[in-house]
C-alpha cells in the first residue's frame, strides 16, 4: 500500500535551522554569537568578540 499522506506526527511546517558546529572542537553552536563565528566560547579568542553598537532610537511615531 503505497500512500502520498505523511506520516502521524511527520508533517511540520517548522524549518529546523541548519546544525552548526565549532571549527575547532566540533561540538554544536547555539548561541547566535558562535554560529557567526563558528567557534565556541570556550574555543573562541577574547579579540574574536563581535562588536556590538547601542543605537539610540527615537519612538514610533503614535505611541
Do not use: Y
Request: proline residues 13%.
Amino acid at each position: 500500500m503505497t500512500s502520498t499522506e505523511p506520516l502521524p506526527g511527520t508533517d511540520t511546517t517548522q524549518v529546523l535551522r541548519p546544525r552548526v558546529t565549532c571549527r575547532r572542537c566540533h561540538r554544536p553552536l547555539h548561541d547566535p554569537e558562535s554560529r557567526m563565528l563558528r567557534l565556541g566560547p570556550e574555543c573562541r579568542d577574547p579579540a574574536e568578540r563581535v562588536a556590538r553598537f547601542e543605537v539610540d532610537q527615537e519612538t514610533l511615531p503614535g505611541v
